[in-house]
């Protein structure tokens, strides 16, 4: 594909996710919502909410001051199929501290991690939280698709002690982050100049693969969109992709995007180009393997996953945003 280099895909196969970069504005977006919501209208502030009433961000947040003082200490996170990161806002305008990532695999629960960061980090303090997670929020009752782990909203808040709990789609906290984005976290990719005002598109290979988007009302308010793109199913740009798709799809009976285009899909690429070109299959290859020999030039199956990857990434990327008009970016 013409235009500049590629990020190396290892970037979106780690924990220096795109998550990271703009970890500070989404948390804090996810924490104090805007009062607003197409699906919803906005309501008059309430005073004297009960502690234990938890919210979700399926619907808007009460008109809160975004200065409130007595939100802090913030506790907010971000729970992936691998990883749960955390980290604690002291006071208003200050950067967070206290940053911590566990591994999803050696806790039994979101409750237990979250107990942990609490014990070493925070000694059990935080009156707010937010959190964004790799999973559709629907209501009370969250079941996680890439982990075992299930819990009540309400019955975490209790148990923990939160004054108020926000649980959002983590690439709807992400989409609300991307206004805050400077040139340093930007990267041209191709011609063309942003639309300022425009619908913005979003998108970001992990465990699975997440996307949203940030789509402008008419009153300037920008509204991010929360949904499972990344089970769209995988279109092919040629032959070759073609053939790859196919054994994806004799496979798992539906080849999704998130089958190629995430840390376990990049394994699936590689093992599909090694049947398809009669080659023997390292099945002690993960992800982080496959990338470190196709960029070594160890393995030309693994170069040529990490190609196909990339090439899938931009079809589906340029998909989205030909779907979400994004000239925003």
Known sequence: MPGPPRPAPERFLTSGSPKQGA???????????????????AREPRVG???????????????VPRRATHSYPRLVGDIGGTHARFARQLS???????????????????QAVLRRYLDEHAGGQAHWAAIGIANPITGDEIRMTNLSWSFSIAQLQRELGFEQLRVINDFS????SLPALDASHLRQVGPGTRVP???RALLGPGTGLGVSGLVPEADGNEVPLSGEG???????ADDDEAA????????????????ALSGPGLVNLYQALCRLH????????????????GLEGECAQCAAAIEMFCSLLGTVAGNLALTLGARGG
Not at 49 to 63: D, F, H, L, M, Y
Not at 230 to 236: C, E, K, S
Not at 247 to 259: D, I, K, M
């Open 230 to 236: 990344g089970h769209v199913t995988l279109a092919a």
């Open 244 to 259: 790859v798709i196919a054994l994806l799809q004799h496979r798992f009976g539906h080849a999704s995007a998130e089958r």
């Open 92 to 110: 208003p305008e200050t950067p967070l501290q206290d940053v911590a990532v566990y591994d999803c695999a050696d806790f039994p629960s979101l």
């Open 173 to 176: 906290a992400l989409a609300l």
């Open 278 to 293: 009669h080659v023997h299959i390292d099945l002690s290859l993960d992800a982080a393997a496959i990338t470190h020999a």
């Open 197 to 199: 005002g425009a619908p």
């Open 23 to 41: 970890g500070v504005a989404y948390l804090m977006q996810a924490v104090m919502p805007r009062p607003s919501h197409p699906a919803t209208p």
């Open 49 to 63: 909410r009960p502690a234990t009433t938890a919210r979700s961000s399926v619907g808007p947040a009460e008109a």
